[in-house]
């Protein structure tokens, strides 16, 4: 019985799996499964295909299913990242940013925009449409000034509906052109304009959300019932924007920063019909600060005609920002938020004490200790590469070789942006910022101001300063490496194998090594034996291969005639000698022993 049964799931696994390769297939071929055939497929099968994953994702984006779609567009990324399928990495890392710019999280989308731009310009052929669409929507909230951003971004469109045209996904090409309609309104104006209409309605107009795009884009007369035939976010914004009659504000919706601008928008109206002037200023303040994260010439625009209706009623404070203002708002907030974070207050940045020495930890500033939780080991790797770097901060490309090793740079390059993205949702779950982590114009660094100290770099400026004094006054400079020898330990305990970091482990073991011997050195001038005997064991303990060590343990027990005690070392170290590099110990520390 039981292997009846055993036998009728495997069976029910095969189909559903020639399910999955049916619906891969339409993927690739430039189709959009319905969303039902989606559901249908049982999620643990569902959720093994990065191409199904996807496909959610996309439907989730055009339907405002925001916080459901991220986590589906994680594990899409982690599951393309496993494939080292390349082109459709980037692809999530674009429908990431357009989520992140949905929701007006410029700190989250900034990592992504520059890797995506950075990829766009240097090898265009491996980016898929979602590409330029995104850098088309950052073009408009994060870097741009104002006189540029809308030519940017509409060349931006452009360049997708070519690529998705070229990728023969004609749908896709028909939401990019709605989304360049609804960004400014100038695409009906383009010479182009009715190719781009009459390619549309051939090609895909067999599909729902493709005939729906294809009507609303060529409708002689457009109407709400055209608009409500669209995926909710777009019909949304059709009839808020192409009809001026934002509807109600569906619950899905309410993430969407676009869509909410518009719906604050038509607040403003109706409190001003109402003669309620208090409340339609405040919900114009919101509004402005609404755009200030995201902004599109539309609602440039509205801002505009809205602001004249409330100094026209009275309100004489209320003004629209001037496009030199808004220039300078623009440039200050990016600056801000992703290159110069550390020109903030002090008293408004938490900071945090590291631990990189024998285990990773961070204490905050009221005390409490937490230990990271790293989704990739690479993301601990590179948060501490990054603590190691001058201002925390170092080349890109010098990152992706330290830290990524070898091969392909296309692949070592989405490695590290895939990293990037788990480092700063790792430091994010444990109170950090979300732009403590950047990358940005080639530099991949952490904010400064963050970090009160860590125990790596107090150790190398304790110790490096104690070497500057030696000479001259080695009081001083023996209670510098004594607080820094303290402070010693194995860097990164939990952290894999690299070569880069076995470097720094040496070089952090010389210095170790040295501090040890110059206080042996100190306290041997001062006749204090027993901390020389403590120095001494330290090193041995520090460096038990090295000759050197045994030997000066062997002289100090013979200067105190406790000869049992340093016939008792020579033995240790020939037993190491032996046993670990197959020699004898030094013919001169012998004859230390027996002259």
Not at 253 to 266: F, R
Not at 466 to 487: N, P
Not at 495 to 506: D, K
Request: proline content about 4%.
């Amino acid at each position: 019985m039981n292997q009846k049964n055993d036998g009728l799931t495997i069976a029910k696994q095969d189909n559903w799996l020639i399910e999955v390769l049916k619906a891969e297939q339409a993927i690739l071929d430039g189709n959009m499964p319905a969303t039902q055939l989606l559901q249908a497929i049982p999620a643990d099968i569902r959720m093994k295909s990065p191409l199904l994953l996807r496909a959610e994702c996309e439907e989730g984006l055009l339907n405002g299913r925001l916080i459901e779609t991220k986590q589906r567009l994680e594990a899409a990324l982690r599951g393309f990242a496993a494939q080292a399928d390349e082109s459709s990495m980037l692809t999530m890392m674009a429908m990431l940013g357009l989520l992140y710019m949905q929701v007006g999280d410029r700190q989250e989308a900034g990592p992504f925009m520059a890797q995506l731009a950075e990829e766009w310009d240097r090898t265009p052929e491996q980016c898929s449409g979602f590409v330029p669409w995104a850098l088309a929507r950052a073009a408009a909230s994060i870097e741009r000034e104002t006189e540029e951003y809308a030519a940017v971004a509409n060349r931006l469109f452009q360049a997708s509906a070519e690529r998705f045209r070229a990728e023969c996904k004609p749908i896709w090409a028909g939401f990019v052109l709605l989304e360049r309609r609804l960004f400014d309104g100038s695409v009906s104006e383009q010479a182009d304009w009715e190719l781009w209409m009459s390619w549309l309605t051939r090609h895909a107009s067999n599909h729902m959300h493709g005939a729906a795009v294809a009507r609303v884009l060529t409708a002689p007369e457009l109407n709400e019932s055209l608009c409500s035939k669209l995926p909710a976010r777009y019909a949304y914004l059709s009839q808020a924007i192409l009809l001026d009659s934002p509807p109600e504000l569906p619950p899905e919706l309410t993430s969407d920063l676009e869509c909410c601008i518009y719906a604050a928008g038509a607040r403003v109206r109706q409190l001003l019909q109402n003669q309620q002037l208090e409340q339609a200023e405040r919900a114009f303040g919101q509004l402005d600060r609404m755009r200030k994260l995201l902004t599109t010439p539309y609602i440039e625009q509205l801002t505009v005609q809205l602001a004249a209706s409330l100094v026209a009623a009275g309100l004489t404070d209320v003004a629209a920002p001037t496009v030199s203002e808004e220039r300078q708002d623009n440039h200050n907030i990016a600056i801000k938020a992703y290159v110069e974070a550390d020109y903030q207050e002090p008293q408004e940045t938490a900071k945090w004490r590291v631990r990189l020495f024998n285990g990773i930890n961070f204490t905050a500033m009221d005390g409490h200790v937490f230990e990271p939780r790293w989704k990739r080991r690479k993301a601990g790797e590179l948060f501490v590469y990054l603590l190691l770097q001058p201002n925390f901060r170092a080349n890109r490309e010098q990152v992706i070789d330290r830290v990524f090793g070898e091969g392909d740079l296309s692949k070592r390059s989405n490695q590290l942006y895939v990293t990037l993205h788990d480092l700063r949702s790792s430091l994010k779950e444990l109170g950090m910022p979300e732009d403590i982590v950047f990358a940005k114009r080639g530099i991949v660094g952490m904010a400064e101001n963050n970090f009160e100290a860590n125990d790596v770099e107090d150790y190398t400026t304790l110790a490096r300063i104690g070497d500057q004094l030696w000479m001259d006054d080695r009081e001083e400079a023996s209670r510098l490496y004594e607080k820094a020898r303290v402070l010693y330990g194995q860097l990164g305990t939990e952290l894999p194998q690299a070569e880069w970091l076995e470097r720094v482990r040496e070089q952090l073991l010389d210095r170790q090594t040295n501090t040890i011997k110059r206080l042996a050195a100190y306290y041997g001038e001062l006749l204090d034996e027993a901390r020389v005997e403590q120095c001494l064991a330290d090193w041995i303990a520090l460096r038990p291969e090295q000759d050197e060590a045994y030997e000066a343990m062997i002289v100090h027990c013979l200067r105190g005639e406790r000869r049992v005690e340093a016939i008792s070392w020579y033995r240790r170290l020939e037993r190491i000698c032996k046993d670990e590099l197959g020699s004898e110990p030094l013919e001169d520390v012998r004859k230390l022993l027996w002259k």
